[in-house]
């Protein structure tokens, strides 16, 4: 040990070794896992002869800041995010593997509590967190690979939206973006609970993950999650299908979202409409389902699918909300 | 454009899609691809209804210099060791994904030969390069998970060396901790063959990947790669294997690599059988077989497997070579 006895340790007085001792009993096995962490790879069990797997990578002061959340927080959203991309093909999640760069002068609670973040989010899904690397580096890195069981499903693609489905939403929308906007102004929030909820929102976004299959066996014709925004992300689906996706009016569709965000907006002299077309982060579910079909439950019609005109495949926001649209969505390198 | 036009193009001039868009054609798609990258998952055939999972980080600074090798070397050798691990199962490499955290102004060349490096690592072995991430970030991190197919095969783990079997290892031992040595020394190389080797081995690991499932069709009873060091991992299968592992003298078993690691190692005053005790980076396949079982070919016999005495299950070097293993091996943190 380098530090005295009255400080908290950090990584750097911890070999390796000792460092995945301790947090390793923190982390779920999954019910499809074989062989455990711990060897060169893991073993996971893929049922029907296919699994899904996505990655994404978090980092420090661009995707989550330390000074913002607990390490719980990062831990459970560094695993959100990437469960919502498997729930997106209408797989259920079952492993989870993850890379963690850490400077040394990170405090040993700190990883634990990251470790217990991952393991509250997984836990409860039954999904193994199976296999991980540790290293030192300048920034904290938390690299997450999932995997998911389609159960004898066909993956739900983001390309097959046609003429005349119907688009829905399942989960939230625009709540991160408002948590986002409340912690870069600094604004207190503990007090206040319509603030205090956007600020969970965007620390812990809580995935529909079972809307996921369920919009799958509803017959769901195109998925995706909705990561960098409800316009940039329809515009990639209507890209990917070939068709041109129209948004119906915030204030009808979304009414009661609306209702939930504009306090905080208020308070921060922001655009509530702008957050809920443009926010991104919640990972809620985007799909497009025939028009005959009832929606499967948690998804609301928030718009409908038609050809693509002379301007080529495209998402067209509703006239009535033409103003708010005025950023795209996230870009990781000019944002 | 941000950048004037006699400039090279950097990440922060082009869009995420446009980024994905310029790389994306030289990934290779594996034999194993059902649903190639570009959706919310990737979907990847696993025929034996399992598959295997390993994760591994490169963080600049760290596991590389960008002023040390190109691109494609940073790209082949993140490909490189992470496919070690899934030969180290005795299983096939199937598919890769990958996540970048890439400064903004990393050159768009630069990422462009990260995914040739990737491409020309993977696609010889039938990988598919199915899915990443892209994140800005201070310093450039690989992070590769890579997964595999056992073809029916159990997992080879690295607990089951017993008493009485043989030690061998296929591949490579301590020419990338020479190599490293070279750059590191900045001792110049392009003149000198047995320096330029070694170099090349440091920048590009060449793991004997098909001898991962020969070992397992012979019956290898304990197998893993060796990234830290022989000492130190093979410590680290004497561990999970609750065995003793004998290594034989260096001067004898590996005679042959010592001779062409001695040559550098007098350029530079160093100790060529530390290297070969000790160096890690290699990704050479450890494994352990039956005595009355011939060695697949390429495995050589190091060593042997006898009871945990006192001490407890340990590595032990050669008396003849105690004066070389000086440093366990590698630490990410107290490095």
Not at 14 to 25: G, N
Not at 77 to 103: E, F
């Amino acid at each position: 040990m380098t530090s005295s006895p009255d400080q908290a340790p950090v990584v750097a007085d911890l070999s390796e070794t000792e460092l995945i001792a301790s947090f390793a009993p923190l982390l779920p096995r999954g019910r499809a896992t074989l062989v455990p962490t711990g060897d060169d790879a893991a073993v996971v069990a893929a049922p029907d002869g296919r699994f899904v797997v996505s990655t994404d990578v978090l980092v420090e002061g661009h995707h989550f800041r330390r000074d913002w959340g607990t390490a719980r927080d990062v831990g459970a959203r560094a695993a959100a995010q990437n469960l919502a991309d498997i729930a997106a093909m209408g797989a259920l999640p079952t492993s989870m593997v993850v890379g963690l760069v850490l400077p040394p002068t990170t405090p040993v609670a700190w990883l634990l509590d990251l470790a217990r973040g991952l393991a509250e989010e997984c836990a409860p899904l039954g999904v193994g967190v199976d296999g991980g690397d540790l290293s030192a580096g300048e920034r904290v890195v938390v690299a997450v690979t999932v995997h998911g069981d389609l159960e004898g499903r066909a993956p739900v693609l983001r390309s097959g939206a046609r003429p005349g489905h119907v688009l829905a939403h399942a989960g939230a929308l625009g709540r991160a973006a408002a948590g986002y906007a409340v912690l870069e102004a600094g604004l207190p929030y503990t007090g206040d609970p319509d603030t205090a909820a956007v600020v969970g929102a965007f620390l812990r976004p809580a995935p529909p993950y079972a809307a996921g299959p369920q919009a799958a066996d509803a017959g769901a014709t195109a998925m995706m999650d909705v990561s960098d925004g409800l316009v940039r992300d329809a515009g990639r689906m209507a890209r990917a299908s070939g068709v041109e996706i129209l948004l119906d009016p915030v204030a009808e569709a979304l009414a009661p979202d609306l209702a939930r965000l504009e306090p905080v907006a208020r308070r921060l002299g922001a655009d509530a409409a702008a957050w809920l077309l443009t926010g991104g982060e919640d990972h809620g579910l985007l799909a497009t389902f025939a028009p005959d079909r009832p929606l499967p439950p948690g998804f609301r019609r928030i718009g409908t699918v038609r050809a693509a005109g002379p301007a080529g495949p495209r998402v067209v926001p509703s006239p009535a909300d033409a103003a708010h649209v005025t950023a795209p969505g996230w870009d990781h390198f000019r944002a």
